[in-house]
């Protein structure tokens, strides 16, 4: 598989889930383990652009395909990706565990509807939890990234 642009062989158990090839074999700890029930989103990966919850992904279905986790968003000289940027100018986040897997679903969410209402980010973003900031803030957060820049 091609995680983060960057070829990835390993050979694992067969059970072994995608979010704990991430974080153990390939050393990615961004992509969080919280309920290994899809219920929290905080392990959220794009696979082929698409946001999975890598709790419930074998590793061995993502042979072949692409993984792109929060660590990848960045470019190579380490400018934020603009969904993280706006996360940052509108404090979309408090503790920090929910972030990456909320981010990785608004990049999802813009790719497939770069300009998403308020009721539609809410919606597109219902199966990521985040216990801290009432989500005020993160939906801000994602429109303030579908508008292309960060407000003050």
């Given at each position: ?129 985040c216990r801290c900031t009432g989500y005020h803030n993160i939906v801000r957060a994602v429109l303030a ?8």
């Open positions: 598989m091609t995680v983060n642009g960057k070829t990835v062989d390993a050979e694992v158990p067969d059970r072994t889930l995608l979010v704990h090839l991430l974080r153990d074999v390939v050393g990615l700890t961004a992509t969080n383990v919280g309920c290994d029930t899809t219920s929290c989103g905080a392990c959220t990966v794009l696979l082929d652009g698409q946001s999975v919850k890598s709790c419930t992904v074998l590793a061995a279905q993502a042979d072949g395909h692409q993984v792109t986790t929060v660590e990848g968003l960045a470019n190579g000289d380490g400018e934020m990706h603009p969904v993280q940027r706006a996360f940052h100018a509108e404090h979309g986040l408090q503790c920090g565990f929910c972030t990456p897997g909320m981010v990785m679903a608004a990049v999802s969410l813009l790719a497939e509807n770069p300009r998403p209402t308020e009721e539609q980010v809410r919606t597109g973003l219902e199966g990521n939890l990234a579908a508008e292309g820049g960060d407000s003050q």
